[in-house]
Nanobody
């Protein structure tokens, strides 16, 4: 599986962005998917995950209620809608494909990673 994330950019506090991650290669529809992020000087952290059929989702507490994950298996694409953005959300955002059908919070549960897309939130 190859993953390509895009949609990042510069946005003001309170603004919105939609990130997309397109998968190609092996079967995508039966993999859980996740989004992680890494801010400058910080460790990579979990953001959100979604099950293979989109029914089950999970979010980090810091983004709950502001971010929404979704997927379109017909387009081999997973999305992350970012709303009410804060400067603390500034980071490179990575999408990842899980080893199993459900995404999880642990980075070790993912075996394919995209190249990342930069989100910068100005104050």
């Amino acid at each position: 599986v190859q993953l390509q994330a895009f949609g990042g950019g510069l946005v003001q506090t309170g603004g919105s962005l939609r990130l997309s991650c397109v998968a190609s290669g092996r079967i995508f529809w039966n993999n859980g998917m996740g989004w992680f992020r890494q801010a400058p000087g910080k460790e990579r952290e979990f953001v959100s995950a979604i099950s293979w059929n989109g029914v089950s989702t999970v979010y980090a507490e810091s983004v709950e209620g502001r971010f929404t994950i979704s997927r379109d298996n017909a387009k081999n694409t997973v999305y992350l809608q970012l709303s009410s953005l804060e400067p603390e959300d500034t980071a490179i955002y990575y999408c990842a494909a899980a080893r199993k059908s459900h995404g999880s919070r642990g980075a070790s549960d993912y075996n394919y990673w995209g190249q990342g897309t930069l989100v910068t939130v100005s104050s």
